[in-house]
């Protein structure tokens, strides 16, 4: 079956720009994770959600982040007045439930000039 | 807090040969283990976990990793890489109380013929 897609797969925007990364989850998967990968770095995690709401958004750095899952498929990371160094590939995941494994999708890579 | 600790940065080992990567974690509680494979310009892809039972785990691509609590590791090993093992390789552990998972910063590991 399709994996988890993410759009688009590269977006450049300037400064102080807002953006909005989309996820799609595998069907049926009731938790979707956020990361988000420097280079050279592992990923590092931002928020998660169990079904529509997030269970955990202690990752997200700081109030211009925000993520939003309102039918419990589709999630949408925005990212206001966008930094240089908000620079790097947004990684989604999802799990058929909680603490089992992650399916990663291939990423966003987003670049703030 | 958790963390996880990948002790080799880059592993440049030639084709045939033996290979261990090594992984550390911290935690006070139990903890689920995984380690994730991301070949060039793909997105990350799971080789193995251990979640309870058996303390060596086999995985996908002849990889094998053992966990060993009393000295909280979980180091990946295969006998006889290949050319096409060449790729970035990550840690990662959710611990037993919540759903975060926390990825160490990689391990490049690069087979030479």
């Known amino acids: 079956g399709a994996g988890v897609s993410q759009t688009p797969s590269n977006k450049v925007t300037e400064k102080g720009k807002y953006v909005e990364l989309r996820c799609d989850p595998i069907?049926?998967?009731?938790?979707l994770y956020w990361y988000r990968q420097s280079l050279g770095q592992g990923p590092e995690f931002l928020i998660y959600?169990?079904?529509?709401?997030?269970?955990?958004d202690s990752g997200l750095p700081n109030d211009r982040f925000f993520a939003v899952r309102p039918e419990g498929s589709v999630s949408t990371l925005k990212i206001q007045r966008t930094e240089r160094g908000d620079s790097a590939v947004y990684l989604c995941?999802?799990?058929?439930?909680?603490?089992?494994?992650?399916?990663f999708g291939p990423g966003t890579r987003l670049l703030v000039l | 807090a958790q963390s996880v600790t990948q002790l080799d940065s880059q592993v440049p080992v030639f084709e045939e040969a033996p290979v261990e990567l090594r992984c550390n974690y911290s935690s006070s509680v139990s903890v689920y283990l995984f380690w994730y494979v991301q070949y060039p310009n793909q997105g990350l892809q799971l080789l193995l976990k251990?979640?309870?039972?058996?303390?060596l785990v086999k995985g996908i691509n002849g990889f094998e990793a053992e966990f060993n609590k009393s000295q909280t590791s979980f180091h990946l090993r295969k006998p006889s890489v290949h050319i096409s093992d060449t790729a970035e390789y990550f840690c990662a552990v959710i611990p037993g109380n919540n759903n975060d998972m926390r990825f160490g910063a990689g391990t490049r590991l690069t087979v030479k013929p």
């Open positions: 995941a999802s799990s058929l439930q909680a603490a089992e494994t992650q399916y």
């Open positions: 959600f169990q079904g529509t709401g997030a269970a955990d």
């Open positions: 251990y979640l309870s039972g058996s303390t």
């Open positions: 069907s049926g998967h009731t938790a």
